[in-house]
T-cell receptor, first 110, second 116 residues
Framework: KQEVTQIPAALSVPEGENLVLNCSFT??????LQWFRQDPGKGLTSLLL?????REQTSGRLNASLDKSSGRSTLYIAASQPGDSATYLCAVTAVNDMRFGAGTRLTVKP | NAGVMQNPRHLVRRRGQEARLRCSPM?????VYWYRQLPEEGLKFMVY????????ESGMPKERFSAEFPKEGPSILRIQQVVRGDSAAYFC??????????????FGQGTRLTVV
């Protein structure tokens, strides 16, 4: 059974810092991995999708990497802004399965 | 192409009543997932359905909860005899397939169920 873990559970940084969020998964037989953002009381917004054959994806200030063999993904946020404050979740998709980590709650202080 | 549509957005039920949550996947998507998010907790998988089939319901409570995805119409998550512990946000996601390149999942805005 796939287990997805996100570390840290919470992170607080001053504005302008670069930061890394971590996601690990136990079964490397995945089709893809997605990073989502969730604002308080809101739905989920897809940020980046990495296919199993890819190693990274970039969108603006976000860069996500995938190392399938070690069961790890990182989400790198450059030059963080207060508007980046949210919960970030990773989800892995495998056969008949899409599982989420518990999320990292990010606070960027002005 | 509208996104994943969930309704209602907010639902209030008294203990013992039934709650019906609807999810219309994106056009062309035949895979639907339901997740529950309890206050201050992460998303928990409940059930994965394809048209007219339940593929994986390992996350569904054994009693009172059921889900369907008929050939026509939205997917329905049904909770019978609701209790206060059922109060949560319920999210639905859809994807066109599991395998292959076009497997990105899209989420609805969720239904927030409050049991009073």
């Amino acid at each position: 059974k796939q287990e997805v873990t996100q570390i840290p559970a919470a992170l607080s940084v001053p504005e302008g810092e670069n930061l890394v969020l971590n996601c690990s998964f136990t079964d490397s037989a995945i089709y893809n991995l997605q990073w989502f953002r969730q604002d308080p009381g809101k739905g989920l917004t897809s940020l980046l999708l990495i296919q199993s054959s890819q190693r990274e994806q970039t969108s603006g200030r976000l860069n996500a990497s995938l190392d399938k063999s070690s069961g790890r993904s990182t989400l790198y946020i450059a030059a963080s802004q207060p508007g980046d404050s949210a919960t970030y979740l990773c989800a892995v998709t495998a056969v008949n399965d899409m599982r989420f980590g518990a999320g990292t709650r990010l606070t960027v202080k002005p | 192409n509208a996104g994943v549509m969930q309704n209602p957005r907010h639902l209030v039920r008294r203990r013992g009543q039934e709650a019906r949550l609807r999810c219309s996947p994106m056009k062309g998507h035949s895979h639907v997932y339901w997740y529950r998010q309890l206050p201050e907790e992460g998303l928990k998988f409940m059930v994965y359905l394809q048209k007219e089939n339940i593929i994986d319901e390992s996350g569904m409570p054994k009693e009172r909860f059921s889900a369907e995805f008929p050939k026509e119409g939205p997917s329905i998550l049904r909770i019978q005899q609701v209790v206060r512990g059922d109060s949560a946000a319920y999210f639905c996601a859809s994807s066109p397939s599991i395998a292959g390149l076009e497997a990105e999942a899209f989420f609805g805005q969720g239904t927030r169920l409050t049991v009073v």
